[in-house]
């Protein structure tokens, strides 16, 4: 037993799209301890995506091994991947990816869904999330009324509900302004504080100065692996 | 379980006129089939009102007039049945069930009761006879071999019959005289003829007609039950018949104006065979239809797959397995057909309903030949629950596809997918 959370070992991914083959990640070691805040930074095309897929158990990988929680994950049925998801992964994405005709209450309630929670108990723990993310007000609205930042906190607040080990998110303040982005992000570090991973993909240096560490893709393999020593987002607060 | 149906419905309530529209073929091809086999039944019953006069497995036999010179005789022999061809075919006829012979008494009898009178045609007819045409008594009884053997003086009538002589008392007619011409005869039985509600029918013994009415030991027809099942059978029967009536009266077998049979098994199986060919389209029509109803139902489901393509992919990033992904589609998808099926069985149930009661009230108001055509259009229990099973199995056919789509959306790409 590690106290890491998320441990990859010299991993390859290809993409095939008929006869080209594309190499985008050319063995990469990662180790994420449990409570670690890291972003993932890169030009597009750097594998930075690619990466978190598979964190997320969305893809799978051609060579190498990913232990999440230290366990394994290789090829496993769909099923079994979902079940996964559910139990460690909660999602967080760029272009909110909330399901339009349901309220904020029930995106927040959904993945509880898919753990046999009956309606009445996990509208009851979706509104708590709700109230802590300040939308206690917004619950019965749908996501075409909320602003981007609500959505994306709704976003959250449906990602914490499941319990994960770990917070993965793409790009989560890609479409936000610059303040809300940093609301956005201060919520995550709260998050973090709860003893939550997260694991946040970006482009933009400034959020990135926001985590505790900051893990650089080039081509496809590792460039940099720093450590932030004064996080920006103390700044921004003072 | 009850929550999994929320959460269909609240897919559904997302999406009601998509919903409608799907559900709409469906409906319409429901209520074609079980307009168009509630109509098949309405056939089926107008053809058994057909044959509801007499026993499904009875030969007439009818004598006429040689067409053929035979053995030595002149053709143009008229035939002449005797109560000593009753014997031989009660001896000689194998699988015979009933026999009786008929003598009809001139019309010119007047019946009467009291003062009432009326012209009926009075047939003689032995004991037998109503085993092989069917009668339902309202009163009293039929000629029983009693009355045959002692030459009884009794009388059968149908009811329209008593409610014409008795219409001015409130008499039981059993046991009343009523008299044929001059001689009184008594009523020991009325009947309704299920055939033709109002048809006037006077029954006396064969034995009381021929020895009362000068009749000496004619008979001038025969009706025959038989206890044949199938129309070769029957044949066979008839066959022999004809055989022991051709030797008997010496003309050709092969004569066929001598004597004339009525096989009404036959004709019974004939329209049977049609009618089964009737039903048998009728279903094939009415599954085609379902067939349109549950193409349409499958392209929108897969054209709905594909708008939803990122919902699903969002189902599945936050931990929907793919069989739940299955479930989500195929519900919805029976769920559809389902109500939409359900109101079609109604609407069509209860077109069928006021089609009934309006060709029964055409009956009742002296439409008589609709029974003949066309009576109780009525989709039974069977079909009603053939329907919904083959409206479940529609849904679940037409989710089928889009459903295995569905699942094997990756969440990745839907998510990309913007």
């Known amino acids: 037993m590690s106290d890491s959370i998320i441990r990859i070992e010299n991993l390859h991914k290809s993409y095939i799209t008929g006869k080209n083959s594309l190499h985008v990640l050319k063995g990469i070691d990662i180790d994420i301890k449990a409570g670690e805040m890291v972003s993932i930074m890169g030009s597009s095309g750097s594998g930075k995506s690619t990466l978190l897929n598979i964190f997320g158990i969305l893809d799978n990988y051609d060579e190498g091994g990913y232990y999440l929680n230290d366990i394994l994950i290789s090829k496993m049925s769909e099923t079994k991947a979902a079940r996964f998801r559910n139990k460690y992964i909660g999602f967080i994405f760029q272009s909110f990816n909330l399901i339009s005709f349901k309220t904020a209450l029930e995106n927040v309630a959904l993945p509880l869904y898919y753990q046999n929670v009956n309606r009445k108990k996990r509208n009851a723990i979706a509104m708590e999330y709700l109230d802590r993310m300040g939308l206690k007000e917004w619950s019965n609205h749908l996501p075409s009324e909320m602003s981007g930042g609500q ?49 946040i993909v970006t482009h933009e240096t400034d959020i990135a100065q926001c985590t505790e560490r900051i893990i650089r893709l080039k081509d496809g393999i590792i460039e940099a692996n720093e450590y932030v020593t004064n996080p920006a987002i103390e700044v921004v607060n003072g | ?225 038989t206890q044949a099942t199938t129309v070769a059978e029957n044949k066979a029967i008839e066959t022999q018949l004809r055989n022991i009536l051709a030797k008997r009266h010496r003309f050709s077998v092969d004569d066929e104006k001598a004597i004339y049979v009525n096989n009404t098994l036959e004709h019974f199986k004939q329209a049977q065979g049609a009618f089964a060919g009737i039903k048998g389209f009728i279903w094939i029509i009415g599954i085609m239809t379902i067939i349109a109803g549950i193409v349409g139902v499958s392209n929108i489901m897969i054209i709905l797959v594909k708008e939803r393509t990122k919902e699903i992919g969002i189902r599945k990033a936050i931990g929907a397995s793919p069989s739940s992904v299955v479930r989500l589609i195929l519900s919805e998808s029976v769920l559809i057909t389902g109500i939409a099926g359900f109101v079609g069985l109604l609407l069509g149930m209860g077109v069928l309903f006021i089609l009934d009661k309006i060709i029964t009230s055409m009956i009742e108001g002296g439409a008589d030949q609709m029974n003949y055509i066309f009576n109780h259009p009525s989709a039974d229990f069977n079909i009603a629950v053939t329907a919904t099973l083959v409206l479940i199995l529609a849904g679940l056919i037409a989710g089928y596809m889009p459903a295995k789509k569905a699942a094997a959306i990756k969440p990745i790409e839907a998510l990309h997918d913007e």
């Not at chain 2, 053929?68 to 005797?82: C, P, Q, S």
């Not at chain 2, 032995?126 to 002692?150: A, L, S």
């Open chain 1, 151 to 199: 959505k994306q906190r709704v976003a959250i607040a449906r990602a914490l509900i499941s319990n994960p080990k770990v917070i993965l998110a793409d790009e989560p303040t890609g479409a936000l302004d610059t303040k809300t982005s940093y609301e956005v992000m201060e919520i995550l570090q709260e998050v973090n504080n709860t003893g939550i991973t997260v694991i």
């Open chain 2, 1 to 225: 379980m009850i929550d999994f149906f929320e959460e269909i419905f609240s897919t559904l309530k997302q999406n009601k006129l998509r919903a409608i529209m799907t559900g709409f073929s469906v409906s319409w091809g429901i209520f074609m089939l079980i307009i168009l086999l509630g109509s098949g039944k309405g056939l089926e019953h107008g053809m058994e009102h057909n044959f509801a006069g007499a026993v499904k497995n009875s030969i007439w036999v009818y004598s006429g007039r040689t067409a053929k010179a035979h053995n030595g005789l002149k053709a143009g022999r008229t035939i002449r049945f005797t109560n000593e061809d009753y014997d031989l075919l009660r001896r000689k006829l194998n699988g015979v069930d009933n026999i009786s012979g008929r003598l009809y008494l001139y019309d010119d009898i007047s019946i009467t009761y009291k003062n009432e009178y009326a012209n009926y045609r009075v047939t003689c007819v032995m004991p037998e006879f109503n085993k092989i045409e069917t009668m339902d008594f309202t009163k009293g009884r039929f000629i029983n071999q009693n009355d045959y053997k002692k030459f009884r003086k009794v009388v059968v009538v149908t009811q329209p019959v008593i409610d014409l002589l008795m219409k001015n008392t409130k008499d039981d007619p059993i046991g009343k005289y009523i008299k044929l011409g001059s001689i009184p005869f008594e009523i020991v039985g009325v009947f309704n003829d299920p055939e033709d509600k109002t048809s006037k029918k006077v029954y006396i013994p064969l034995s009381t007609g021929q020895k009362v009415f000068n009749g000496g030991n004619r008979i001038r027809n025969l009706a025959i039950s």
